[in-house]
């Protein structure tokens, strides 16, 4: 095992020396430029190797006979760009301290998979067995935008009956030659497999004998989707087609509270999330990378030629399950459906953890904003999101929302109570709850907090100063309450010591956008260096009528924001997630809160509030990463 440690402590650090074996100035000077290249912007609480290039979360899943939880990752351990694609891995106790590996779990090494070991699924079956089931390929290049080689992209599986300690690849691989053989594909790759009890019974199969698996891709100028496959639980090696899971069409867009599915989906999962309050009640849901979006790229990011991300999502839908009699294939509708995460999140990957009884996911957060040459100076590119927990959010005896109709929300299941008011349901997420409590207890965190401050119409700030903030790590949890006039309200986080150089979260009410801006470097070639064009989510609030006094409560904003050097990720309410990168932020100055409170042009929100807005607490726990997750072995 490799130790992910603290700064000057990797296993590679040791400085280089001259023919004597002294160390000279110059060579001093070098390592510790390189070191510092390094470590600028690597962040400590999230997973990731040493060096190279990873990007997908592969495998995740739990084995209780150990105790041990596993994620692994594509991986090219040769160099931070990708290429050489294979699998490094790493093991838990807890989802929180992690023993990375320092070599590949699975590499391209054989005729079938020569030219990568793609995404990929974990399953432990009765007899104590652990299988990788992963894409092994065998010709690039592979995109949905050129033609697809027949049997480029194959199902091959690895066993280990050592609990995990080696891993063999069976001889009857590839298990599936490729894809269908009447279908030209854009994609056919990234298999999940797991139990599905609602698409037994959908199918009449029993749930005890039957696995399903997916492999995502697309129907090539008809639709995105996901392939279904039949799987013997008794050999995870019998996939048998049932059909395409998905035919929404190209570039099916709902609404802006749903994004595009796209033209190809990438490492989809299913599964079903019971409502807390009605454990009989269940929705059916798909989590999938989209590719070949059509939205537009920010206004601030055209014409430049800099860092630029793909034109994809990261989403989910839920939908119902049927049957075609005539044929036996099964399919899924579109219900409703939104982002997973509106930012540089991607390939998100779960399993259901059986201990915590959660379903727990990872995404990929993407080095895209850097410029090659500065991504090839630190050594590294990419790491795994914290790992999430997924739920129902639902909200009874709503009324409306800030600006728009409720039926307009397509990122919602609206249900009427035939009296005027409504119960909403939607997918939902926060980080893994015990991680929080983890960082939150790191031996030199501190918190902060603030009360109840009404903010001024002028936008006047109350302030968590410089003598209490003082690393990039940190937590921050705050909630406001929205005044019918707002116009905009937010967070205002200092680099500078005069705030000249700020990263902003703001929600503006009457457009019901939630965005963060990122500060750019202090140089004219900053456009060229790093992407720092704004994440913009839509999200609004909605009001909810107390039935026993009559009078109309409005949610707060509530946010949740953590900070790991360059990495921030952002939940705002549960339901809007952003990910993103700041590398012209190294310092962190001070906090802000703020709120223009003005009449707007577009009218009087709908909200209870009716005098100004204010911030009804802050919470901030610094320095909660002075040592890292990353660094047990």
């Known amino acids: 095992m490799m130790s992910i440690s603290s700064f000057g402590q990797s296993s590679d650090s040791s400085p280089s020396r001259g023919s004597t074996g002294v160390t000279t100035p110059e060579d001093f000077k070098a390592e510790t430029t390189s070191l510092a290249q390094r470590y600028r912007w690597r962040p400590s609480f999230h997973l990731m190797p ?27 351990p040769n160099g931070p760009d990708w290429g050489d694609i294979a699998w490094g891995t790493a093991t838990s106790h807890d989802l929180i301290s992690w023993k990375v590996d320092d070599h590949p779990v699975l590499s391209p090494e054989n005729r079938y998979d020569s030219k990568g070991v793609f995404t990929g699924c974990f399953f432990r079956v009765q007899d104590g067995t652990l299988n990788y089931i992963y894409t092994s390929v065998s010709a690039l290049p592979i995109h949905h935008t050129i033609p697809h080689q027949r049997g480029c992209e194959t199902l091959s599986i690895a066993t280990s009956s050592d609990k995990g300690r080696t891993w063999y690849k069976s001889e009857k691989n590839p ?84 994004g595009d599915l796209g033209k190809n989906w990438e490492v989809t999962n299913f599964l079903s999330l019971h409502d807390d309050n009605d454990p009989r009640s269940s929705s059916d849901l798909l989590i999938m990378g989209t590719e070949g979006c059509l939205e537009d ?19 989910w839908m839920s939908g119902s399950l049927r049957k075609d009699d005539a044929t036996g294939s099964a399919s899924i509708s579109y219900n409703f459906g939104g982002h997973l995460d509106h930012g540089c999140l991607y390939a998100a990957n779960s399993f259901f953890d059986q201990r915590a009884q959660k379903h727990i996911i990872w995404g990929w957060i993407t080095e895209e904003d850097l410029c090659d040459d500065l991504r090839h100076q630190q050594g590294w590119s990419g790491m795994l999101s914290m790992p999430r927990q997924l739920y129902l959010q639902t909200l009874h005896d709503v009324v409306g929302s800030l600006v728009s109709d409720l039926s307009s929300i397509t990122s919602v299941k609206l249900q009427s109570k035939g009296d005027g008011t409504f119960a909403i349901q939607t997918l939902a997420s926060q980080p893994y709850q015990p991680l929080i409590q983890h960082l939150r207890s790191c031996p030199d965190a501190q918190l902060s907090h603030l ?3 009404p903010l001024s119409r002028s936008g006047i700030d109350v302030e968590i ?39 902003l979260m703001t929600f503006e009410p009457q ?20 992407n720092n064009s704004p994440e913009a989510a839509p999200h609004t609030l909605f009001t909810i009528i107390n039935r026993s006094s009559g009078e109309e409560c409005t949610e707060t904003l509530d946010i949740r924001a953590w900070r790991d ?36 042009s577009t009218g009087v929100l709908r909200t209870s509030h009716t005098g100004s807005t204010d911030l009804q607490f802050a919470n901030l726990w610094d320095g909660i990463a002075t040592w890292t997750l990353n660094s047990l072995t």
């Open 465 to 503: 100063s410089r003598e209490r903030l003082l690393s990039r790590h940190w937590e921050l949890e705050c909630s406001f309450n929205i005044s019918k006039t707002c116009s905009k309200v937010g967070v205002l986080i200092g680099h500078s010591r005069c705030y000249e150089k700020t990263t």
């Open 511 to 530: 457009i019901e956008t939630f965005k963060i801006s990122r500060p750019s470097f202090s140089r004219p070639d900053s456009r060229l260096l790093i």
């Open 50 to 76: 040493q060096t190279g290039w990873m990007n997908d979360p592969c495998a995740p899943g739990y084995d209780p006979s150990t105790g041990l939880y596993y994620v692994s990752f594509q991986w090219n």
């Open 297 to 315: 790229q920010p206004e601030e990011s055209l014409g430049v030629a800099g860092p630029s991300r793909p034109r994809r999502g990261q989403l």
């Open 175 to 258: 298990i599936l030659p490729g894809e269908p053989s009447d279908l030209d594909v854009t994609g056919w790759r990234d298999p999940f497999c797991a139990p599905w009890p609602n698409m037994s019974k959908t199918l009449g199969l029993d749930p005890k004998k039957t696995l399903f698996g997916i492999i995502s891709g697309g129907i090539r100028d008809i639709t995105p989707t996901s392939f279904l496959y039949k799987i013997d639980a008794k050999n995870l090696s019998d996939w048998k087609y049932i059909g395409p899971l998905a035919n929404f069409g190209l570039n099916l867009r709902p609404s802006r509270w749903s």
């Open 565 to 600: 050097n360059s990495v921030l990720e952002v939940f705002v309410n549960g339901r809007t997630a952003i990910s993103t990168r700041l590398y012209a932020a190294e310092e962190t100055f001070g906090m802000r809160f703020f709120a223009e409170d003005e009449a707007s």
């Open 451 to 453: 009360g109840r401050s």
